[in-house]
């Protein structure tokens, strides 16, 4: 009997260039900016904003390499290329 598939694995995914945007990553990056997106129009914008500040806290005490790992990539890669390649990426489905 076939089990089914426990992992959801996205064919493609938007950001095929960018190291953070792996497609085994896509249902946790969505799942959260669906939250996210949900708090800020229930919530409004402040509301949101301190959930992410109390989050990355929470996930910093507790991974410090990663919150280091993190960081300095962020030192490397500025992060108007984020905005940026999001933006190019809409772009050219058009």
Known sequence: MDQPERNIKPETTPL???PFFHPEHT???YTLLTVLLKMKKELGLEAMLEYMALYLKEIDSHNPK???AVAKTLEIIPIEVFYHELGKHSKDKD
């Open 16 to 18: 095929r260039a960018n």
């Open 27 to 29: 249902v946790a990056f």
């Open 66 to 68: 990663l919150a280091m």
